[in-house]
């Protein structure tokens, strides 16, 4: 599968939605308290760039069904439409992330 077929907005979405799961740059704070330990932990990278994957995905979404990009084929619509949900699940990833609900260094 070939993604140039896809629109701009919605590989721009991909790209950001990946680089929300992989980059981590986050604080991460222990606490212990008559022998019980408690871990709080806080993706910076996962809440920005995953909260700009889901709005460029939004954005690129709309675009798509109201037609306001022009599309040759059936095809490169459907390709978009694939792109578009796998960026809404990155970036769902990413905000998940950043707070600490998945991949959470505190486990």
Aim: with cysteine; glycine share 14%; proline share 1%.
């Amino acid at each position: 599968m070939n993604l140039r077929i896809a629109s701009a907005k919605s590989r721009a979405a991909l790209v950001v939605g990946l680089l929300a799961v992989v980059i981590r740059v986050g604080a991460t704070a222990t606490l212990t308290v008559n022998g019980e330990s408690t871990c709080n932990h806080t993706d910076f990278a996962g809440i920005g760039l995953g909260g700009v994957a889901v709005f460029i995905a939004l954005l690129a979404g709309w675009e798509a069904a109201t037609g306001f990009t022009d599309y040759q084929h059936q095809v490169r619509k459907g390709v978009t439409w694939g792109v578009i949900a796998l960026a809404l699940l990155l970036g769902a990833v990413g905000l998940l992330k950043g707070f600490a609900v998945v991949m959470s260094p505190c486990g």
